[in-house]
């Protein structure tokens, strides 16, 4: 098995559109209004906005592949770019999907990693996303992994209102 991390870079876009709807669709399809979905599709993976993150300083994609295989991605964000205003000392994780068939492979672990290491490369000292509320496998998930829940904001799926819960882990250790 062999497992590693790339980034993408605007020439990804097309292949960051593809992986970026199937791993939308496949986690929030049976949850959600297909009007919803396709909403926030068009909204979100549309290729010129997809261009325009992926040339944003402040946001950086990674794919990971498995055997060669692209398997998933990471999308993570500083400074102004984050979603919320979080600060300039963290680092949020947008995006972390992973296709169907590599999900426990412990692929996600490994795109959690790389997120701290990119934080702790430029000195953040938090590490935060959002995550739906009705979404337990990730936030047992996250949990696992050490975030901790801080409080909520809304999502908007199309035009409804959901709630993600804001998770954060700490990088700073307590001596």
């Keep these: 098995m062999k497992v590693y991390i790339k980034k993408a870079n605007y020439e990804n876009a097309e292949e960051l559109r593809e992986i970026g709807i199937e791993t939308f669709v496949d986690t929030f399809e049976s949850q959600n209004s297909p009007e919803s979905i396709k909403e926030y599709i068009e909204k979100a993976f549309s290729k010129q906005k997809l261009i325009k993150e992926l040339e944003d300083k402040s946001t950086e994609f990674y794919f990971i592949f498995y055997n060669n295989e692209m398997a998933g991605y990471l999308k993570v964000n500083t400074g102004d770019s984050q979603t919320e205003k979080m600060g300039n000392e963290t ?52 949990e696992r992994m050490g975030f901790c829940p801080i409080g909520s904001h809304a999502f908007f799926m199309g035009e409804e209102e959901q709630t993600d819960l804001i998770l954060v882990k700490n990088l700073v250790k307590l001596s």
């Design 91 to 142: 680092l949020e994780i947008e995006r972390i999907y992973i296709r169907k068939k590599y999900q426990r492979k412990k692929l996600g672990e490994q795109l959690i990693q790389k997120a701290i290491e990119i934080a702790k490369v430029q000195y953040k000292k938090e590490v935060w996303l959002g995550v739906w509320e009705e979404n337990h496998d990730a936030l047992a998930f996250y």
